[in-house]
C-alpha cells in the first residue's frame, strides 16, 4: 500500500544553518504531497503542498520539490530560526480521496 | 485563523472505563472530521472519517464497537473509546474540513493513558 518515510529525528540545528528533512513516498499513480509543521501545544498546520511532478511548493522560507523519478519531497530551508523548531510531518494523498498518508513526523530542534 | 479545538487535551483512566475526547471547530462549519491516532515514533494513521448526520467510515483494522464517534453538529464530533484498554493508550488527533473554503485544520491532539 501506499506509505510515507522520513528521516528519523530529532535534527538539531544551529540558528542560520541550512536544513533538509528527507521524505520519500510508496504511491500508485499522482498522488499530491503535502509539508505539514506541528508547533509545540498546537495542531498540524499546513505548511506547503505540491499537486504534480516538478512543481516546488514554498512558503515561509520554506521549499519541496515533488521529484517523481526519485519519489522523493525533500523539505528544505536556507536558514533555519529558533521559532521553526517544530515536527514536520510529510504526507500524501490522491486525488479522489480525503485520506491522507502521514509519515512519522521529524523533531526539528534550532539552538540560538 | 481557522481553530480546531480537542478537548481534554490529557486524559488518565482505569482500565475498562470510557472515554469520551471532543472535536470542535471554532469559527467555521465542518461537514466532515477526520480521527487519526498515532503511537510513539509511528505515523499518523486515520481512524475514521464521520460526516455530520451520518454514520462514520471507519479504516480497515478499526473496530467500531470500541471507538465510537458522533458527528452530531456541524462544529462538533467525538470520539468515545469504550472499555478502555492499555494498548488503547495513544495520541489522538482530529481535522475538520471547512464546509465554506475546503481546507482542513487540524487539533492539538488529546493524549490518552490507560492504567
Known amino acids: 500500500g501506499d506509505s510515507v518515510t522520513q528521516m528519523e529525528g530529532p535534527v538539531t540545528l544551529s540558528e542560520e544553518a541550512f536544513l533538509t528533512i528527507n521524505c520519500t513516498y510508496t504511491?500508485?499513480?499522482?498522488?499530491?504531497l503535502f509539508w505539514y509543521v506541528q508547533y509545540p501545544g498546537e495542531g498540524l498546520q499546513l505548511l506547503l503542498k505540491?499537486?504534480?511532478?516538478?512543481d516546488k511548493g514554498s512558503n515561509k522560507g520554506f521549499e519541496a520539490t515533488y521529484r517523481k523519478e526519485t519519489t522523493s519531497f525533500h523539505l528544505e530551508k536556507g536558514s533555519v530560526q529558533v521559532s521553526d523548531s517544530a515536527v514536520y510531518f510529510c504526507?500524501?494523498?490522491?486525488?479522489?480521496?480525503?485520506?491522507?498518508?502521514f509519515g512519522t513526523g521529524t523533531r526539528l530542534q534550532v539552538f540560538p | 485563523g481557522a481553530v480546531v479545538s480537542q478537548h481534554p487535551s490529557r486524559v488518565i483512566c482505569k482500565s475498562g472505563t470510557s472515554v469520551k475526547i471532543e472535536c470542535r471547530s471554532l469559527?467555521?462549519?465542518?461537514?466532515?472530521m477526520f480521527w487519526y491516532r498515532q503511537f510513539p515514533k509511528q505515523s499518523l494513521m486515520l481512524m475514521a472519517t464521520?460526516?455530520?448526520?451520518?454514520?462514520?467510515?471507519?479504516e480497515q483494522g478499526v473496530e467500531k464497537d470500541k471507538f465510537l464517534i458522533n458527528h452530531a453538529s456541524l462544529t462538533l464530533s467525538t470520539l468515545t473509546v469504550t472499555s478502555a484498554h492499555p494498548e488503547d493508550s495513544s495520541f489522538y488527533i482530529c481535522?475538520?474540513?471547512?464546509?465554506?473554503?475546503?481546507?482542513?485544520?487540524f487539533g492539538e491532539g488529546s493524549r490518552l493513558t490507560v492504567l
Open positions: 504526507a500524501l494523498k490522491h486525488r479522489n480521496t480525503d485520506k491522507l498518508i
Open positions: 464521520s460526516n455530520e448526520g451520518s454514520k462514520a467510515t471507519y
Open positions: 481535522s475538520a474540513r471547512d464546509r465554506s473554503s475546503g481546507e482542513l485544520f
Open positions: 505540491a499537486t504534480k511532478a516538478d
Open positions: 469559527d467555521f462549519q465542518a461537514t466532515t
Open positions: 504511491a500508485t499513480g499522482y498522488p499530491s
